[in-house]
C-alpha cells in the first residue's frame, strides 16, 4: 500500500490530556487506573476515568449532541492543536474532501441509562429532552466531529468491540485508494457507563486490582474511557524524519466464539501475517509490538501464542493498557498514538503492575522501559467475536 501519514495526533485517556502528558506518564511509568468512584456503580474494581469530563461544554449549535462520550470527544478534539489542523486540512481539501471515522463500542449508553431513571412514573414513557439518535446512537460521535467541524464527505463509526478504533484506519485507507477523499480523521472515542462495567462483571472479566497484562496471576481487566484521534494524508514527497506513516494494516474474523479467542491465536496470526504483507515487511523489521494485552487468562494466552507464531520470541513487546486501562473501543485508537509517541521519542513503554510474567508465554516482554531507536511498530487490537485488527507504523525516515 502507499503509506498515509498521520499528520497530526492526539490522545486523551485516564494518563492524561494530549501529547505531553501521556508521554509523561510513560516515561514515568504511571498508571491512571484508581478505584472505581464513577456514578452509582458499587464493584470492587479499577477504572481509568478522565477526570472533568462532565465539565465540558459542547457549543449551542451543538446542543442536541450533549452525553458524556460527545463531551469526551470535544476534550480530545481541543488537545495538541488537533481541531486547528483539521480546519487546515478543510481549508486545503475542502469540506467534502474529508472523510471522519471513529470508533466506540459504548458511545452514548450513559444517556440512556441516565435517562431512564426519570422515566414518567405512571406511563414509564423517557423524558422529552432525550435525544437517543444524537446521544445513544454509535453513530453519534461521527456526527458530532463532522458537525463539529463542519465536514461533508463521508462519516463512518465502526463498532466491532474492541478493534474498533484500528479498524477505522483500514475503512479510511480504501476510502482514500478509492478517490473518494484526500483526508479523514481517524480514531475513537468510548465513555465509562453502569451497563458496560456490570456487563463485564457478569462476564466475570474484571479485576478487583489493577489490571496485569500477561501476568502469571492476571484475572481480569480494568475499563477506561478516552478519546484519541489521528489526521490521515497522503504522505506528500519531503517529510520530517521523525513523521508517522501507516504502513500496514491486516484484518481478520475468526468468528471462533462470541467473547473469547481462538485458543491458538488464529485470527491473531491472520491479522499479524497480513500487516506484514501490506507493509512489505519481514517478522524481525519489526522493533515493538503493542500487545492487545487485556489481562484475562485466555486473551492474553491466545495472543501470547500467535506472537510467538508469527515474530518468535525475540520481539520486545508490551501491553500499555496496564496504564490507560481497556478503553474499549477507543483502544485501537489510544494505542496507535502511544505507538506514534513511541516512534518519535525511541521510547518501548513497559507494561506496568507485573508480579511475575506468566512463565508459559515465552515472549521478550517490556518490565523496564527501554530507550533505543525505533523504526517500524505493530499494533493489535482483538475483539469480541473474533474481529482482529494489526496495525504497522513507521518512521519516515
Known amino acids: 500500500m502507499n503509506p498515509l501519514w498521520l499528520s497530526h495526533f492526539t490522545a486523551t485517556s ?60 470535544l476534550l480530545g478534539l481541543t488537545q495538541d492543536g488537533f481541531a486547528e489542523a483539521v480546519r487546515t486540512a478543510i481549508a486545503k481539501y475542502g469540506a467534502q474532501r474529508i472523510g471522519v471515522f471513529l470508533g466506540t463500542s459504548t458511545s452514548g449508553i450513559l444517556q440512556t441509562e441516565l435517562a431512564y431513571r426519570r422515566r414518567d412514573p405512571v406511563t414509564g414513557s423517557l423524558p422529552t429532552d432525550f435525544i437517543y439518535r444524537t446521544t445513544h446512537s454509535t453513530f453519534s460521535v461521527a456526527d458530532f466531529t463532522r458537525h463539529y467541524f463542519g465536514l461533508t464527505g463521508p462519516a463512518v463509526v465502526v463498532s466491532s468491540a474492541c478493534s474498533s478504533s484500528a479498524k477505522v484506519y483500514g475503512s479510511a485507507r480504501r476510502m482514500m485508494a478509492a478517490g473518494l477523499i484526500d483526508a479523514a480523521v481517524v480514531g475513537g472515542v468510548d465513555s465509562l457507563c453502569l451497563t458496560t462495567m456490570y456487563g463485564f462483571s457478569s462476564l466475570g472479566l474484571i479485576s478487583e486490582q489493577a489490571c496485569r497484562p500477561f501476568d502469571a496471576q492476571r484475572n481480569g481487566i480494568s475499563i477506561g474511557e ?104 477507543a483502544a485501537g485508537g489510544v494505542e496507535a498514538v502511544i505507538c506514534a509517541l513511541a516512534l518519535q521519542h525511541g521510547l518501548l513503554p513497559a507494561g506496568l503492575n507485573i508480579r511475575q510474567l506468566d512463565p508459559t508465554l515465552d515472549l521478550d516482554y517490556v518490565l523496564d522501559n527501554r530507550e533505543q531507536p525505533v523504526t517500524h511498530i505493530l499494533s493489535n487490537s482483538f475483539g469480541f467475536g473474533g474481529s482482529n485488527c494489526s496495525l504497522i507504523f513507521s518512521r519516515a525516515d
Do not use: W
Not at 484508581?34 to 477526570?51: M, N, Q, R, S
Open 14 to 73: 485516564s494518563i492524561g490530556r494530549g501529547l505531553d502528558q501521556a508521554l509523561a506518564a510513560l516515561r514515568q511509568r504511571r498508571t491512571g487506573l484508581a478505584p472505581c468512584a464513577f456514578d452509582t456503580v458499587d464493584l470492587a474494581t479499577f477504572i481509568g476515568e478522565v477526570a472533568g469530563v462532565d465539565a465540558v461544554q459542547l457549543p449551542a449549535r451543538l446542543a442536541e449532541f450533549d452525553c458524556r462520550n460527545n463531551r469526551l470527544a
Open 226 to 329: 478516552a478519546a484519541a484521534f489521528a489526521l490521515l494524508e497522503r504522505a506528500p514527497e519531503h517529510l520530517d524524519a521523525d513523521a508517522v506513516l501507516l504502513l500496514g494494516i491486516g484484518e481478520s474474523s475468526d468468528a471462533y466464539h462470541m467473547s473469547s479467542p481462538h485458543p491458538d491465536g488464529l485470527g491473531a496470526r491472520m491479522a499479524m501475517q497480513d500487516a506484514l504483507k501490506m507493509a512489505g515487511l519481514k517478522s524481525s523489521d519489526i522493533d515493538y509490538i503493542n500487545l492487545h494485552g487485556t489481562a484475562t487468562q485466555s486473551n492474553d494466552a491466545a495472543e501470547g501464542k500467535a506472537v510467538q507464531h508469527v515474530f518468535g520470541s525475540g520481539t520486545p513487546c508490551s501491553s500499555t493498557k496496564g496504564a490507560t486501562g481497556h478503553t474499549l473501543g
